[in-house]
């Protein structure tokens, strides 16, 4: 057993971790009052339309839906940016990996999203 002083958002708890065989935390013991609720967590992504498209526009990192570029019906060459994604400060373009459609946008701006969600459909 082991015993540590943890410090989360100014609130200071004494906690005592036991090990399993298996070498990871077994559990953790707040000794202290419990900390406030955790904020609400990112709302999802709409789903997508009925209609969606086939070819499926995806996240390469994740991050805040910064911009979309295109819109529905809209149609996009290969490489063309459908929807930039902010992560780290940086603004990424998430790119049609074909030419075709705009079919559904899956996203809104100011999203929470994961790496790999789908952003957009195309047909």
């Known amino acids: 057993m082991?015993?540590?002083?943890?410090?989360v958002?100014?609130?200071v708890y004494d906690v005592t971790v036991e090990e399993n065989g298996s070498g990871a935390p077994a559990a953790a013991a707040p000794r202290a009052a419990a900390p406030k609720a955790a904020p609400a967590a990112p709302k999802a992504a709409p789903k997508a339309a009925a209609g969606a498209g086939s070819i499926e526009v995806k996240a390469g990192a994740a991050g805040k839906v910064f911009k979309i570029e295109a819109n529905v019906g809209q149609s996009v060459k290969k490489g063309d940016a459908v929807v930039i994604i902010e992560a780290?400060?940086?603004e990424i373009p998430v790119v049609a990996p074909e030419?075709?459609?705009v079919a559904s946008i899956n996203a809104a701006v100011g999203d929470a999203i994961e790496a790999g969600a789908v952003l957009a459909t195309l047909n």
Do not use: A, E
């Open 99 to 101: 030419d075709g459609t």
């Open 88 to 90: 780290m400060k940086m």
């Open 2 to 7: 082991k015993n540590y002083t943890i410090t």
């Open 9 to 11: 958002n100014g609130n």
